[in-house]
Each structure stands twice: as C-alpha cells, then as structure tokens.
C-alpha cells in the first residue's frame, strides 16, 4: 500500500474505502471486508449516520488480530451544525464513542458553510453559510482536539483556494489534507497545485463521478461510460471505475472510493496495481470538462449561485506560486529563459534529496541544479519522474542544470559523463550544463594527490569546450 506523508510527519495511505451512503447493517460488513482485504485507510463522518456500527466492527477486527489499531488510518468530519467553537470538542468526543476510539488519525471540517445549532430540517434561517470569523473560531477549536490528543492530525473539506487563503490568515496549524470533489471530468488541477503548495495532501471523493448521487440526472455525463476510459479499461484488462481510481493515484493524490459490495470492495483495491502509462495518463487528462457533480447549493441559501459558493471568480484570478517564480527569469544568450530563482542541490545527502526536490517543486520552484560530484543525481532522477507523473510539474516547465566534474575534462570524457548524468536523472536532455571549474584533475582521481592536480591550462579547456559545444550539436 502506497502513502504519503503529511504536513505532521503521519503517513496517510493513498488508498481508502468511503463509507458515504453506507447504510446501518451493511456498512459494518463493508468495513470488514475491506480491513480482511487490505485496506487500511476508512474514512467516515458523523453526518453518515453510520460511525456507531463501524465502531463495532473496528472493535471487532481489532480483538480477533485482523488489524491493530496503529495499522488503520482513522478519519471523522466535523458536521455544519457544529461550527460553534463550544461545540467542536463535544462532536469530536461524540464521534470518538461511536467509534470506540481514543484518537482519530484525522479529523476534517465537512463543510466551510454552517448550519444552526441542531438544524434537522434545512430552513433560509438554518443555512448560515460561510463566514470567515466564524470558521477561524472553528478552526481554533480544530487546533485545541490536536492539543489535548483527541485527534493526530486535522484537516479541511470542500474548501476552495480563497476559502483556505481566509483560514490561513489566522491558523496556527495549516491543515494537513483537502479532501473534495475530483474525477475525470472534474481534475481541480487549479486547486491540487494550490494545496501542493502549501503542503496540504489532496483527497479525493467521488474518484468514479459518484454515480449513485443525490439529484443525478439522466443527461449527466458519466465518466464510467467515457470511450476513452473504456478503451484504457480494455488495455489493461481492468474496469473503467479501476482506471478512474488508477489515474488519481498516479496523480499522487488520495483515493477514497465508497462501496458496500464484497466484490466491488476488494476489485477497487486492484485498482492500486494497475500501471498507467503516459499516453494513457494524457488521454484521461484530456476529458476534464470542469463539471462538479455536488453543486453544494443544498446546504446554503438559495439566493447564492455556484459560482458564489465556490468562489468561481476569486480562484481563477488566484496567483499561485509557481506562477509568481515563472515571471521572475533571465533570458539566456541561446533566447531560453532560466528562472531566476532555484534549488541548489549541494550538500543534499541522498535520502534527504530527494524529497527536497519534491517540496521545492510542489512549492512553486522551476529550476533545480544538480552536479554530478554531489553524489545524488540518481535520487533526484527518481524524484523528478515520480513529480512529471503525479502532474505536479511537466518536463518543459522546469529548468534542470548539471556539471562537468574537473575528472572528465579530456575531450574524449565529456560526452560519456553528460551521457552518465542523464541516465542518472532520467532525462532525454539537460536546460543548462556547466564546466564545474577551469582546474583540471587526473581522470579518475579519488584521492587528491599532487600528481592527480592537473590545475588550469587554457589549450586543454579549449578541447573541453570544444566538446561541450559538441553536446548542443
């Protein structure tokens, strides 16, 4: 099972089951199955109306060995009607009893938009909708469950770009995860960017266009129809709502497909070893259409648009990171522009590297520099071709720099060492490659002796360049 680590050091595993719509005598059976088949990640919500049967099934599992608690990732969400900074703790603590846990691995805001305390039936004057003083009061108290131990790690739901941009004006801790709508013809590549950036995880619910949702239509699109998603099922011998699952986890982002059916539960989890190729990652990102299924319009006034709710207008006009560190660059002599801005990579001890190339590239950076003397272009090969398949950044968008090491300045040594250092970081070509120094040191030197310091010579790096030049041809 794959995981990602999340802004409190835990491991999230990227694959879990959701327990929306999983009703009261069938959802406890789906849990089990699912922990018997390998799932380890379930995630619920108070409002389900389901923890309580869970629980006893989460009891069960752990007194007869199928897993122990530490092995299970654990996530609740806090309802709308307990926004009230008084109320969060009591509806953590509520959801801890239904469980018959002592923590929760996470804890989510379902919803930025509040409902009065107690609403049962939806009213103009229950629907309090968003406000962002409100919501920094929640989130103290969100912050205070960590505090006292009641939860590991807390996070967000359907919060969008400006929304979380509010939060974090006055958060103490940034949340660890968004977890929102996302399928093929609904990416959020806009939103994934911004929450790469800030080093929130990406979770994702209704991977396959929730098909048995509320209010669906007959003319809506469904992504499990879609050719494309059929023609991929196909060449993999894999079902179309496996290829949905497969290429959100390809995108590096958290999978949480809902089912209560046995044979459906454990096909979802073959999802996870269904090997995506490039093409077939490009097709399914093609059939983006920007559709959302859950127009969220339910729970808040009906004098809002969609447009309102999700903040349409204020995120499309949001800067992200990466954007601002491309509009800072030098144009180069050849008419390429080099980021100004970049990640140096010496002194980067492999198994540190490695994930310091992907927070820089997450975070916005488009220019890393590497050598080969530093010891760690092989891990940060790895690193770029996990980023360019998750989508956090394409080959042509970010800037890659090598060196020459002062051993392999004979005419003949200069290709074989550019060529050993692609190899190294899995590229097909570098942006920029640089002499390291002027002084020469005897080809394979390892020890530095008086004999192997060859020192500068001008004729000899006349040759060397002579040979970089060959490397552009």
Known sequence: ??????????????????????????????????????????????????????????????????????????????????????????????????????????????????????TLQLTEESKLGYDPARMAETWKAMEGLVEKGLVKAIGISNFTITKTENLLKTAKIVPAVNQVECHPYFQQSKLKAYCDSKGIIFEVYAP????????????DPDP??????????????????????????????????????????????????V????????????????????SGTFFVKTSATTEEIWDVAADASFVLPSQKAAAWSVKMNTGVTIPAIGLGTWQSNPGEVGAAVEVALKAGYRHIDCAHIYGNEAEIGETLQKCFREGVVKRDEVFITSKLWNTDHGSEDVEPACKLTLKNLQLEYLDLYLVHSPSSLAKGTLQLTEESKLGYDPARMAETWKAMEGLVE
Not at 8 to 29: D, N, R
Not at 53 to 74: A, M, N
């Open 1 to 118: 099972m794959a995981y990602h680590l999340l802004n409190t050091a835990a491991k999230i595993p990227a694959f879990g089951l959701g327990t929306w719509q999983s009703k009261p005598g069938e959802v406890g059976a789906a849990v089990e199955v699912a922990l018997k088949a390998g799932y380890r990640h379930i995630d619920c919500a108070h409002i389900y109306g389901n923890e309580a049967e869970i629980g006893e099934t989460l009891q069960k599992c752990f007194r007869e060995g199928v897993v122990k608690r530490d092995e299970v990732f654990i996530t609740s969400k806090l309802w709308n009607t307990d926004h009230g900074s008084e109320d969060v703790e009591p509806a953590c603590k509520l959801t801890l009893k239904n469980l018959q846990l002592e923590y929760l691995d996470l804890y989510l805001v379902h919803s930025p938009s509040s409902l009065a305390k107690g």
């Open 208 to 219: 396959l266009g929730s098909p048995s949702r509320f209010r669906k239509q007959d003319s």
């Open 224 to 273: 499990l129809e879609d050719p494309v998603i059929k023609e991929i099922s196909i060449k993999h011998n894999a079902t179309a709502g496996q290829i949905c699952i497969a290429y959100q986890l390809h995108r590096g982002l958290v999978v949480i497909p809902k089912s209560v059916n046995p044979d459906r539960i454990r096909e979802n989890l073959k999802a996870t070893e």
């Open 275 to 294: 090997k995506l190729d490039a093409e077939d990652l490009q097709r399914v990102k093609a059939l983006d259409k920007n559709l959302r299924f859950f």
